[in-house]
């Protein structure tokens, strides 16, 4: 079974910057794309970014456009968000995940890591 690791997390002033991590064990052939979701409690999980494994083609959410990146090493598996001009708006429990279709909405995941905390201050 594909499992998924996400590292990088951490507490950064606003204006700071982090490079999220998440390191594939493999991919099912059925998944075209692997995302990075973020949920603060009280909060329903909703899609940051997501990039299709096949060509890197790249979505974002509109209030991370300009500030997120999000990268892809196929050599290793590993799926990146580096995330500049951090605000505490931010501030949540980072996921990522595997999928069939690079959508904001986390039905279009099957496969899920346990998270990773950012938390930006003011």
């Known amino acids: 079974q594909v499992q998924l690791a996400e590292s990088g997390g951490g507490s950064v002033q606003a204006g700071g910057s982090l490079r999220l991590s998440c390191a594939a064990s493999s991919y099912p052939y059925s998944t075209t794309c692997l995302g990075w979701f973020s949920q603060a409690p009280g909060k329903e999980r909703e899609g940051v970014a997501a990039?299709?494994?096949?060509?890197?083609?790249?979505v974002y959410r509109n209030a991370v456009k300009g500030r997120f990146t999000i990268s892809l090493d196929n050599a290793k598996n590993t799926v990146y968000l580096q995330m500049n001009s951090l605000k505490p708006e931010d501030t949540a429990m980072y996921y990522c995940?595997?999928?069939?279709?690079?959508?904001?909405?986390?039905?279009?995941?099957?496969?899920w890591g346990q998270g990773t905390q950012v938390t930006v201050s003011s």
């Open positions: 990039i299709y494994t096949h060509d890197g083609a790249t």
């Open positions: 995940a595997a999928g069939w279709r690079c959508s904001r909405s986390k039905s279009d995941y099957g496969y």
